[in-house]
């Protein structure tokens, strides 16, 4: 693979070039180059605008009988892209710069189409010049009066470069940068102003609605009794319901009423007497110290039964009823 990139080549030690022949080419030999055309140009068969710096297959030829300072001269042929037509131009080293024969029109050449009038102008002049001395003397007046025209005019621009000049640029965006940091802290203090009176006025709404919402519950529910200043203020007035009434009611009608207090007088039984004491006591007319109108006498004539408790005797109480019985006698 290295031997592929070789650029010299063996020659042999009785290699003679003079013994090479020459190829007889003729001089109007055309080359195919590729090119990019050098200038807008617009195609006088069909209208097509070809623009500068387009690529083509062009063919060369040296100009024959044409040179500038033993400079040659080369012909280009190009196609049109829409009709192939054939549009050929030249070099021309006098300008730096290519002509145009045929096949085409040069566009946007009004900058050389003025350097070629202000060459014409100065030829004139210098022909003028060469004959008549008036005409020196006149151009070179006009000449000092444009002149002092431009001095003037440059002066003035050099006073204004001055008076601007004078200008500290530097001090000027200190000064923007200083007004512009103002003018962002007044706009914060001002916002924080207005987030302040948002917050009040929102606490205070939110006063409102809560004073508002307290008003509306204590005027939906019941008022709640004062305290009793003194104990005694309880037997005045009626403080139970009157459904609690019905049911402490019909609780002592069917077991007995519940007090605080405990009576222990249903437990205690009197003393029992001889059966003649009793008789006697029938017989003359006094009633036993036990009996009472809480007393019985026993269906025997013997003696007396336990006093029966009162309606309003408790359950303790019947207790003590029940403690007198025939099993008790008995014994």
Not at 55 to 62: G, H, I, L, M, V
Not at 85 to 94: V, Y
Not at 247 to 264: A, N, P, Q, T
Request: aromatic content about 6%; charged content about 35%.
């Amino acid at each position: 693979m290295s031997e592929r990139k070789v650029l010299n080549k063996y020659y042999p030690p009785d290699f003679d070039p003079s013994k090479i022949p020459k190829l007889k080419l003729p001089k109007d030999r055309q080359y195919v180059v590729r090119l990019m055309a050098p200038f807008n140009m617009r195609c006088k068969t069909c209208g097509e605008y070809i623009y500068k710096g387009k690529k083509f297959n062009a063919r060369k030829e040296t100009v024959q009988n044409e040179s500038y300072l033993g400079l040659p001269i080369f012909r280009f042929y190009i196609k049109c892209t829409r009709c192939l037509a054939e549009i050929t131009f030249k070099t021309d080293p006098e300008n730096t710069d290519y002509a145009m024969e045929h096949g085409a029109t040069r566009n946007f050449q009004a900058e050389k189409l003025l350097e070629e009038e202000e060459k014409r102008l100065q030829k004139e002049r210098e022909d003028e010049e060469l004959n008549n001395p008036m005409k020196v003397l006149e151009n070179r007046t006009k000449d000092s009066k444009l002149e002092m025209e431009v001095l003037e005019n440059l002066q003035e621009l050099k006073e204004l470069n001055q008076r601007q000049a004078h200008v500290d640029f530097e001090s000027m965006l200190q000064q923007y940068k200083d007004y512009e940091e103002q003018q962002k802290e007044r706009e914060l203090e001002e916002d924080e102003q207005e987030t302040k009176t948002m917050l009040e006025q929102a606490q205070s709404r939110r006063l409102l609605q809560d004073s508002d919402s307290e008003d509306e519950d204590s005027a939906s529910r019941p008022a709640k009794p004062f305290a009793k200043a003194k104990p005694t203020d309880i037997l005045q007035e009626d403080s139970e319901p009157q459904a609690k009434k019905l049911k402490v009611e019909s609780w002592e009608r069917s077991i007995g009423k519940l007090s605080s207090k405990v009576k222990l007088s249903g437990l205690v039984t009197a003393k029992r007497k001889p059966v003649s004491s009793v008789a006697n006591g029938a017989d003359s007319g006094d009633a036993p110290p036990g009996a009472g109108a809480g007393s019985t006498s026993s269906p025997s004539g013997g003696a007396p039964l336990a006093s029966v408790p009162k309606a309003g005797a408790s359950s303790l109480s019947l207790l003590g009823a029940y403690s007198d019985s025939e099993d008790s006698k008995s014994d």
